[in-house]
């Protein structure tokens, strides 16, 4: 179901995609498909990305990462040399 809702949500062509821990409730590896399919897109779309996650394996492939506490911006860092997602350690 996260899959359709991505693709559903791509199928309209945004300039900015907000995804809220899209790969919370799949496997490792179609995890790592979707992550590396919206690094692809933003890379070759300019699909500007807002990805939500608990997940802070995650941060590493991000150019830039806003890290909340208690609901207020705790730090901003930006990330000049994203990671592949097939990098990422679960």
Do not use: C, F, Y
């Amino acid at each position: 179901q996260q899959r359709v809702s991505i693709a559903r949500a791509l199928a309209k062509r945004p300039d900015l995609l907000l995804a809220d821990e899209p790969t919370g409730a799949l496997d490792i590896e179609m995890a790592r498909n979707v992550l590396e399919t919206l690094q692809r897109l933003n890379r070759e779309q300019g699909l500007t990305i807002m990805l939500i996650t608990h997940n802070p394996a995650l941060a590493s492939i991000a150019t830039r990462v806003v890290r909340l506490v208690s609901g207020r911006i705790a730090e901003v860092t930006r990330n000049t040399t994203p990671a592949p997602a097939a990098e990422i350690a679960w």
